[in-house]
């Protein structure tokens, strides 16, 4: 990002973009929800058409006023309490699928269980003859039989794969900072390939789990957070790695230079988020 010295904000002319994304959204949920109720896709692609028109056209004019030169030192410090909050509002968004399944896995069980002192009654009334074990499909056998999914294999890849593409991206912000550009894309490349073999490799263990191990969404209480978790996890990972691709795209035009580089941060920021966020799933929703 480029910046001057004057202290005010940059207040763009009027522009067509929010409302062509407003109809875009529109579009799409309505989409989704014709074809949830049997309908065609068409409004779902046509939705989706808008929205990927709206983020060329919205984010290149900001690139443009960047590398133009029309934001202050403030505005880079807006920018960054922004991405900021929105991390922040991400690990919320997590917080609350983990809550899930640790509410699910410490409390409800042992409820069920007749284990648990504070619901005693619970066990006896409702299912007398469960017995609490992770991974389960609740006392219902919601789903039929499964196996559960090991940590070992494609997981453990997967962890290996996403861990090093911290370090690449690490890496590529290393080279950036010494202004050494071929660094920079060499990091960068190896990131967004390391990030899609990520998501082919996620697309890979879910049709072996659903196919093969009938582990499916619909596999009581552990299919559900198992798919909810993971499958949220594998949609963040697809972003962050289109985004890096998008930097990748700018290092080789020569956008960015060792101190206006806040485009290349956010995204760094963004993936080493991911990454974390990895580690947890792999410990509380694969090893444990």
Same mark, same amino acid.
């Given at each position: 990002m480029s910046t001057t010295t004057h202290p005010t904000y940059y207040v763009p002319h009027s522009s067509p973009w929010p409302i062509i994304g407003a109809v875009g959204l529109f579009t799409l949920m309505l989409g989704g929800a014709t074809l949830l109720n049997g309908g065609h896709a068409t409004l779902l692609y046509i939705g989706l058409a808008i929205l990927i028109t709206m983020m060329f056209g919205w984010f290149g004019n900001v690139i443009h006023e960047s590398r133009s030169g029309l934001y202050s030192e403030q505005m880079d410090r807006s920018f960054r309490w922004g991405m900021g909050w929105f991390i922040f509002s991400e690990v919320m968004f997590f917080a609350a699928f983990f809550g899930a399944l640790l509410y699910a896995r410490e409390f409800a069980l042992p409820w069920l269980d007749g284990t648990s002192s504070s619901k005693p009654m619970v066990h006896d009334l409702l299912w007398p003859h469960f017995e609490d074990s992770w991974p389960t499909n609740g006392p219902g056998r919601v789903g039929g039989h499964f196996e559960p999914m090991s940590a070992w294999g494609l997981p453990a890849l997967n962890t290996l794969i996403l861990l090093s593409s911290g370090a690449t991206v690490t890496w590529a912000h290393w080279g950036l900072?010494?202004?050494?550009?071929?660094?920079?894309?060499?990091?960068?490349?190896?990131?967004?390939?390391?990030?899609?073999?990520?998501?082919?490799?996620?697309?890979?263990? !879910?049709?072996?789990?659903?196919?093969?191990?009938?582990?499916?969404?619909?596999?009581?209480? !552990?299919?559900?957070?198992? !798919?909810?978790?993971?499958?949220?996890?594998?949609?963040h990972v697809t972003i962050g790695a289109i985004i890096l691709l998008v930097m990748l795209l700018r290092s080789l035009a020569g956008h960015f230079t060792p101190h206006n580089h806040f485009g290349f941060e956010a995204a760094a920021w963004y993936w080493h988020f991911v990454d974390v966020v990895w580690l947890g799933l792999f410990v509380f929703v694969y090893w444990l």
């Open positions: 900072l010494k202004d050494n550009r071929r660094q920079l894309c060499l990091g960068l490349a190896a990131t967004v390939l390391l990030g899609f073999t990520f998501v082919v490799l996620q697309a890979v263990e !879910y049709s072996h789990a659903m196919h093969e191990m009938n582990l499916t969404l619909g596999s009581g209480i !552990y299919g559900s957070t198992f !798919y909810m978790l993971t499958g949220f996890h594998g949609a």
